[in-house]
């Protein structure tokens, strides 16, 4: 039995995927640097790394197809089937679940009838439990399409997702004017600007305290003098030389282990180290142990 021939991507469809990794592939001085991209671009075609973006991207970057599945599965924004157009990913790490990320994550799964990882079934919402999004100053937070929704609520969480059932556009807390697609969002992380990055807040007073609170109290950082910064490292040696000695100068701040004093005669003449087998037959006259020397006695007294 003949196994069916995989075509991959229609001709129009293939011309506009090699136009748009022609571009992906000039960032890189090396071409299989350019995966990871690619992997977001196939996503924004179809929505999940399809065998046909599989494929593509092992042909493009003259890869085998089982070393780009390898990398396709090692990371969780790389999805093997089809996505929904909002990944609803609720924070479940230390901070936000004490805080609520844990009772929003169970609020929404009920509600939605999924789990980790799984889809509605109209293909609306992929719902998942994710990792630390570097927002604990707004915990708990939850991200659509890797948009911000600040400090959730089991209510607020919940109203965010029936209007997005409900086909409503939504708006995050910081971001753009609304959520785009998670198609959409994947053209911009295979670097595509989408125009979209100065809409909205950024930061927020929680993140920016330390900042108001510096500018307050004129805190600044020292100033730098560009006449002290030299090329030379802190023996004198030019930055080149000094890279040949790598490994050869001593090591340590003071008090560091590296500073321990020399304490015994390996120490400061390794030479001094008995060999393995002289070890041994040291070792063999002079018991280590009560146990050890017991024994040598009982063996004395016999004899």
């Keep these: 039995m003949t196994s069916p021939t995989f075509t991959g991507y229609p001709s129009e469809v293939r011309d506009r995927l090699d136009g748009d990794a022609r571009q992906i592939l000039s960032r890189y001085p090396e071409t299989r640097s350019a995966l990871m991209p690619l992997l977001h671009l196939v996503q924004s075609e179809d929505g999940y790394v399809s065998p046909a973006g599989i494929a593509f991207c092992a042909d493009t970057l003259g890869l085998s197809r089982a070393n780009v599945s390898a990398v396709a599965t090692f990371y969780s924004q790389y999805k093997r089937r089809p996505n929904g157009k909002y990944t609803v990913g609720i924070c479940t790490n230390t901070l936000c679940a004490v805080m609520g990320g844990d009772a929003i994550f169970e609020r929404l799964s009920e509600r939605l009838g999924i789990h980790h990882d799984e889809t509605t079934e109209g293909g609306e919402i992929t719902l998942e439990q994710i990792e630390c999004n570097a927002a604990c100053d707004y915990a708990p937070v939850m991200m659509i399409n890797w948009e911000f929704f600040d400090n959730q609520t089991p209510e607020s969480a919940l109203a965010v997702v029936d209007a997005i059932l409900e086909g409503q556009d939504i708006t995050p807390t910081r971001g753009p004017d609304k959520v785009p697609s998670f198609q959409e ?13 100065d809409q909205g807040n950024a930061g927020g007073a929680p993140t920016m305290a330390g900042l108001t609170l510096s500018r307050e109290n004129g805190w600044t950082a020292p100033a730098v003098d560009p006449n002290t910064i030299s090329t030379e490292d802190a023996a004198g040696q030019p930055e080149p030389e000094a890279a040949e000695q790598a490994g050869i100068d001593p090591v340590g701040e003071e008090g560091s282990s590296a500073e321990r004093q020399e304490t015994t005669e390996a120490d400061s003449d390794p030479e001094t180290v008995a ?16 146990a050890g020397a017991a024994a040598a006695a009982d063996e004395e007294d016999e004899s």
């Design 185 to 197: 969002m994947e053209r911009v992380l295979a670097g595509f600007e989408d125009g979209l990055a």
């Design 275 to 290: 060999a393995p087998a002289e070890a041994e037959d040291t070792d063999a006259e002079k018991p280590t142990t009560e």
